[in-house]
């Protein structure tokens, strides 16, 4: 964390495709236990989405936010990972079935090493890894918020810059 807000770690946004940093998520949190619980929300007959990012940052924030949600969520809840575009922004989501978060901790759990009162501390981990995610996101321009779940649990959001590409140019290239 102080590396990073030293700017000691390199950015490099180019354009991707959002359903391949979706993948390589998916990929990376398959050997966690629960792992079969995660499904990409994916509106497959939409044009693909694209967006201006760094495809090794945001994936670090893309799988600390799933292996969050895996902890949280109880045995036969899904952790629902999805991408949509709102305007100028690129928006992937990460939606858990957990106990969700109080109104009162909804910004105080992007501190790092903050705990909400009453919860039991993770063996081995140092309660840095949402605040290492929201600066990563504000490094590429972007951002990270929590919200509740309708019907219950926790929807995490990162916004990105979007990209307007005509995929036609992609093939040419």
């Known amino acids: ?10 950015f490099t946004p180019e ?21 079969g619980s995660i499904v990409a929300r994916l509106d497959e007959s939409a044009p693909a989405l694209y967006g201006t990012f760094d495809f090794v940052q945001t994936l670090r924030i893309l ?15 899904t952790v629902a990972l999805g991408a949509y575009r709102d305007g100028p922004d690129l928006v ?4 858990d079935r957990g106990p969700g978060i109080a109104e009162s901790e909804r910004e105080r759990v992007f501190d ?18 949402l605040a290492i995610a929201r600066s990563l996101a504000g490094e590429q321009h972007g951002w990270l918020t929590h919200h509740p779940r309708d019907g219950g649990g926790s929807v995490f959001e990162l916004r990105l810059p979007a990209a307007d ?3 036609r140019e992609l093939g040419e290239s």
Not at 1 to 10: D, E, N, P, V
Not at 63 to 77: C, K, Q, S
Not at 92 to 95: A, D, E, M, R
């Open 1 to 10: 964390l102080s590396r990073l807000r030293a700017g000691k770690w390199s």
């Open 92 to 95: 992937f989501t990460v939606s």
């Open 165 to 167: 590409v005509d995929e």
């Open 15 to 35: 354009l991707n495709a959002a359903e391949d940093v979706v993948g390589a998520a998916i990929r990376q949190c398959a050997a966690l236990e629960h792992s």
């Open 63 to 77: 799988v600390n936010l799933i292996e969050n949600a895996l902890r949280f969520t109880p045995d036969g809840e």
């Open 112 to 129: 790092a090493f903050y705990r909400p009162e009453g919860s039991i501390a993770d063996r081995g981990r140092a309660g840095i890894g």
